[in-house]
């Protein structure tokens, strides 16, 4: 047994060495030039994953701080206006559900478990509104359901029938593994987290925002303090952030992009594709279905419907004894699907070990 368990899960994921080590440099202070140089450094780098030239905000939370960010300040209090969420799994629910904690009048547009939102509903929604929305939320990979949904036909679908209403995409568990053209298809808010696909540990959140946005939360008068664009944007553009960030966190950042630029996107796309295929065709070859509709299989995160009827808990502690693990079922989800996460740095050589692994405990085990 060894103290390294290699993380298959959807995050956190594995973190190499090399980023962990990066943390460990000495301190500096966050309103002095060498923190002033990291931050611009990162903006830049962040802006090349993010396919953006507007800014990327660096958050010190977690995603959902940035799902609340994109509920107080894009949706006004008017409950005339409001937010179109469409759901599709338990995060993009929950997403829904901070919108209206923020006292945000929330239509939900939902799809069964493992199918995805789709631009022709969003379309007659939209045909029948008279007051546009101020906000349409979708969630480009349901982390729950293992569900990619089509977000360039959903962007379509919306541009075509409400040119002023914002764009809110989550991408926590897809941006930096699987393309997102976020300037190319106009979104507004695209977020996501340090801890799935940038191969980072959790702690960092980041969203580029649009210039429309940041005019859109200039006119809400209670957006906060901690999440407020404007503050966010003010201290921003001197490189720099409102209150004290995790310098330590982006440090790690800071090396993460290098390599990330370094191994190339396209080609960072490409291998999260081989490895999705890889899963793919395991999970078939041994009598699994996959949970997501054909076509709209996540590069990132694999759901394989339990059909096997395997006990999760203990193929987890065979995987242990190999220094591997992946995930149960999401919510509702667990026991019935286990989900196996192809993000980040993985490499097929660690596919291959964790499928090996998992192969010899279904066979044997
Ligand atoms: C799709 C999706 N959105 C949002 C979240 C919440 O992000 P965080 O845990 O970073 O707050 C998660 C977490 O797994 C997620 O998978």
Same mark, same amino acid.
């Given at each position: 047994? +060894?103290?390294?368990?290699k993380?298959?899960?959807?995050?956190?994921?594995?973190?190499?060495?090399?980023?962990?080590d990066?943390?460990?440099?000495?301190?500096?202070?966050h309103r002095?030039k060498? &923190?002033?140089?990291?931050?611009a450094?990162?903006?830049?780098?962040?802006? /090349?994953?993010?396919? =953006?030239?507007?800014?990327?905000f660096?958050?010190?939370?977690?995603?959902?701080?940035?799902?609340e960010?994109?509920?107080?300040?894009c949706?006004?209090?008017?409950?005339?206006? !409001?937010?179109?969420?469409?759901?599709?799994?338990?995060?993009s629910?929950r997403?829904?559900?901070?919108?209206?904690?923020?006292?945000k009048?929330?239509?939900?547009?939902?799809?069964?478990r493992? /199918?995805?939102?789709?631009?022709?509903?969003v379309?007659?929604?939209?045909?029948?509104r +008279?007051?546009?929305?101020?906000?349409?939320?979708?969630?480009?990979?349901?982390?729950?359901?293992?569900?990619r949904?089509?977000?360039?036909e959903?962007?379509?679908?919306?541009?075509? #029938?409400?040119?002023? =209403?914002?764009?809110?995409?989550?991408?926590?568990?897809s941006?930096?593994?699987?393309k997102?053209?976020?300037?190319?298809? !106009?979104?507004?808010? +695209?977020?996501?987290?340090?801890?799935k696909? $940038?191969?980072?540990?959790?702690?960092?959140?980041?969203?580029?925002?649009?210039d429309?946005?940041?005019?859109?939360?200039?006119?809400i008068p209670n957006? !906060?303090y901690? $999440?407020d664009?404007?503050?966010?944007?003010? $201290?921003g553009?001197?490189?720099?952030?409102?209150?004290t960030?995790?310098?330590?966190?982006m440090?790690?950042?800071d090396? /993460?992009l290098?390599d990330m630029?370094?191994?190339?996107?396209?080609?960072?796309y490409?291998?999260?594709?081989?490895?999705?295929?890889m899963t793919?065709?395991w999970?078939?070859?041994? !009598? &699994?279905?996959?949970f997501?509709?054909p076509g &709209?299989?996540?590069?990132?995160?694999?759901?394989?419907k339990n =059909?096997?009827k395997v006990?999760?808990?203990?193929?987890? =502690?065979?995987?242990?004894a190999?220094?591997l693990s992946i995930?149960?079922?999401?919510?509702?989800l667990k026991?019935?699907? $286990?989900?196996?996460?192809?993000?980040?740095?993985?490499?097929?050589?660690?596919?291959?070990?964790l499928?090996a692994?998992?192969?010899? #405990?279904?066979? #044997?085990?």
């Open positions: 047994m +060894t103290s390294h368990i993380l298959f899960n959807p995050g956190p994921v594995e973190v190499r060495r090399e980023i962990l990066a943390q460990s440099e000495w301190m500096i202070g002095g060498a &923190f002033e140089a990291l931050y450094r990162i903006q830049t780098g962040l802006r /090349q994953v993010f396919g =953006t030239a507007s800014r990327v660096v958050s010190t939370s977690s995603g959902s701080g940035l799902w960010a994109a509920a107080r300040n949706v006004s209090d008017d409950p005339a206006r !409001g937010v179109l969420a469409l759901v599709c799994g338990d995060f629910e997403w829904a559900d901070v919108f209206a904690r923020n006292g009048a929330v239509t939900i547009q939902e799809v069964a493992g /199918q995805a939102n789709t631009a022709d509903s379309a007659a929604a939209l045909r029948a +008279t007051v546009p929305y101020d906000a349409i939320a979708v969630v480009h990979n349901e982390t729950s359901t293992g569900v949904n089509p977000l360039a959903i962007v379509g679908a919306i541009r075509a #029938h409400a040119t002023e =209403t914002l764009i809110l995409v989550d991408a926590v568990s941006l930096a593994g699987d997102i053209d976020v300037d190319g298809l !106009g979104l507004d808010v +695209t977020l996501t987290s340090s801890q696909c $940038f191969g980072l540990p959790p702690g960092l959140a980041f969203a580029a925002v649009s429309r946005a940041l005019a859109r939360a200039a006119t957006r !906060g901690y $999440f664009f404007l503050e966010l944007e003010a $201290f553009t001197k490189n720099n952030t409102p209150s960030p995790a310098i330590s966190l440090r790690a950042l090396r /993460q290098a630029l370094a191994e190339g996107l396209e080609q960072r490409a291998r999260h594709a081989a490895l999705a295929q793919r065709e999970a078939k070859e041994m !009598g &699994f279905e996959l997501a509709a &709209f299989e996540s590069q990132t995160v694999t759901v394989v =059909t096997r006990d999760v808990a203990a193929l987890n =502690t065979s995987l242990a190999h220094g995930a149960d079922g999401y919510g509702g026991g019935r699907t $286990f989900r196996i996460a192809h993000m980040a740095d993985t490499t097929v050589a660690d596919m291959r070990e499928l692994a998992m192969t010899e #405990h279904l066979n #044997h085990g």
